[in-house]
């Protein structure tokens, strides 16, 4: 069951990453917000890395679970700049 939810989140990353290359082709003014956003985003993900034995047990839930969640946010990442790249 927890492999059906994963894959729905990510989907749902992937339409989301996908929507904001869409908005960041639109204007130089929000490529730059978005590009913020992912700088953000990928600051976070890499602490979650660094960090995950601590994250996991604030979170409380396996390091096994947050692993799997943070190779599939990576994963969404890359998908979602591989649209934008292509669009």
């Keep these: 069951m927890r492999a059906m939810y994963l ?3 990510f989907v749902a990353g992937c339409i989301a990453f996908s929507l904001l290359g869409w908005v960041a082709s639109l204007h130089p003014h929000a490529f730059r917000a978005v590009l ?3 700088a953000a ?3 976070i993900w890499c602490l979650s890395w660094l960090l ?3 994250l996991s047990s604030a979170l409380k839930i396996s390091v096994r679970d947050l692993q799997a969640y943070l190779i599939a946010a990576g994963a969404m990442f890359l998908v979602g700049l591989g649209v934008y790249l292509c669009t």
Excluded: G
């Design 52 to 54: 995950d034995f601590s």
């Design 41 to 43: 985003t990928a600051i």
């Design 7 to 9: 894959a729905n989140y």
């Design 36 to 38: 913020c956003l992912l």
